[in-house]
T-cell receptor
Framework: DSGVTQTPKHLITATGQRVTLRCSPRSGDLSVYWYQQSLDQGLQFLIQYYNGEERAKGNILERFSAQQFPDLHSELNLSSLELGDSALYFC???????????FGSGTRLTVV | GQQVMQIPQYQHVQEGEDFTTYCNSSTTLSNIQWYKQRPGGHPVFLIQLVKSGEVKKQKRLTFQFGEAKKNSSLHITATQTTDVGTYFCAGPLYSGYALNFGKGTSLLVTP
């Protein structure tokens, strides 16, 4: 157990639908990062939050949004889903002092 | 924008052989990090290199950061089946610690 909790582990949904992925960071970590991992694109940075505020944005589609709540957990919302959105979505956290991210076990999203 | 490239994409070795993966950035990096992802698992942080020309060792793994801080390498001596996985390098994308990952090198070790 890495200390970063992601739910659900698996999600199967239809095109056009909306889903919410949840992440609880490691205790004490204020930063949360979302990454998308697909076979051909590797780990793509989506978005970062720090203590409730958006800190950096990567290749995140307009159909995707995220937020970090006062208890520091984060949610990634994916809407108008397309087949190409099928991927592993990882959440990672860091305390901003020690190097390295701690990754969760990921949510595997399958859009059919 | 900044790009981090890794070669080779795949490497298949016999147990006991050495393995090296290379990472190149289009821009100078303040630091570089290495991660390992086992099949079916999540990336796990291995190490961070900060100084120009830095070399760090973890048992059979040797990590190097280039003098120009634009390239790095990971060398594994005498691979074991437990080394199987994908090795990623990553460099800071923004000052807010977001990391840009390379596409990784997948290592397969056969006994």
């Amino acid at each position: 157990d890495s200390g970063v909790t992601q739910t659900p582990k698996h999600l199967i949904t239809a095109t056009g639908q909306r889903v919410t992925l949840r992440c609880s960071p490691r205790s004490g970590d204020l930063s949360v990062y979302w990454y998308q991992q697909s076979l051909d694109q590797g780990l793509q940075f989506l978005i970062q939050y720090y203590n409730g505020e958006e800190r950096a944005k990567g290749n995140i589609l307009e159909r995707f949004s995220a937020q970090q709540f006062p208890d520091l957990h984060s949610e990634l919302n994916l809407s108008s889903l397309e087949l190409g959105d099928s991927a592993l979505y990882f959440c990672a956290s860091s305390d901003g002092t020690d190097p390295g991210y701690t990754f969760g076990s990921g949510t595997r999203l399958t859009v059919v | 924008g900044q790009q981090v490239m890794q070669i080779p994409q795949y490497q298949h070795v016999q147990e006991g052989e050495d393995f090296t993966t290379y990472c190149n950035s289009s821009t100078t990096l303040s630091n570089i990090q290495w991660y390992k992802q086992r099949p079916g698992g999540h990336p796990v942080f291995l190490i961070q290199l900060v100084k120009s020309g830095e070399v760090k060792k973890q048992k059979r793994l040797t990590f190097q950061f280039g003098e120009a801080k634009k390239n790095s390498s990971l060398h594994i001596t005498a691979t074991q089946t437990t080394d199987v996985g994908t090795y990623f390098c990553a460099g800071p994308l923004y000052s807010g610690y977001a990391l840009n990952f390379g596409k990784g090198t997948s290592l397969l070790v056969t006994p």
